[in-house]
């Protein structure tokens, strides 16, 4: 059925003969052509859905690479300064700070006021570390900071006031004698006399 509009602005309806339908090139439903029309119609919906999809999900997929990216190189950055931030005091323990060596038997340990009383701290003595000790009473003492067990590098504690080696437990007092622990002797005694504000430490002449 077929709306007609004339001249005069009235509306009259019609019907158009096949032959005007196969003229104007319109197709019955249901015949064999309009049926290939709507499914290249239904296949070209399909495609462009299909490619609107795509478009969208390599954005999503591109945003979501770079938080990842974003996220990964932040938890590394800090897992990075914990590191750092823990193994710094170490190396800085086990390896001695620089000395002035005034010999290969006299070094400056340090100067007046670095240590508090019941502290010590790691010198270099030539190529070995040393240990000054200031104790309780006031009273500098220096030994040879490497264990006479297996040369592990030992320290002060001053929640005990003794010289303790991390590696077996093994421990000493503030003269340098073997307590407990596996050491099985001192640790090498140095003498320590003050010049002005230094600290001087020299090994004992062998008598």
């Known amino acids: ?44 919906r399909v495609q462009r859905g299909s490619m609107q999809s795509s478009s969208s999900g390599g954005l999503s997929t591109g945003a979501l690479t770079g938080r990842r990216r974003f996220v990964e190189f ?10 750092l931030s823990f193994l710094y005091p170490i190396t800085r323990y086990l390896i001695p700070p620089q000395t002035t060596d005034m ?14 009383p019941n502290s010590g701290k790691i010198f270099r003595f030539g190529n070995k570390p040393g240990l000054l000790v200031l104790t309780r009473e006031g009273e500098y003492r220096a030994m040879a900071a490497t264990c006479t067990h ?46 002005g504000d230094e600290i001087v430490v020299t090994r004992q002449r062998q008598t």
Request: with cysteine; aromatic share 8%; net charge negative.
């Open 103 to 116: 010999g290969s038997d006299t070094v400056i340990a340090g100067r007046v006021g670095d240590l508090k």
């Open 74 to 83: 932040f938890l590394g950055g800090g897992l990075f300064a914990s590191a």
């Open 150 to 195: 297996l040369d592990c590098t030992v320290q002060h504690r001053p929640e005990t006031g003794d010289v303790w080696c991390a590696c077996h437990n093994g421990t000493y007092d503030t003269t340098g004698r073997n307590v407990s622990g596996p050491p099985p002797r001192p640790l090498e005694v140095f003498d320590v006399h003050l010049r």
């Open 1 to 44: 059925m077929l709306l007609f509009e004339d001249f005069g602005g009235s509306t009259t309806t019609g019907s158009l003969h096949p032959a005007s339908s196969e003229m104007f090139g319109a197709s019955a439903p249901g015949s064999p052509k309009s049926n290939r029309i709507s499914a290249s119609l239904h296949l070209n």
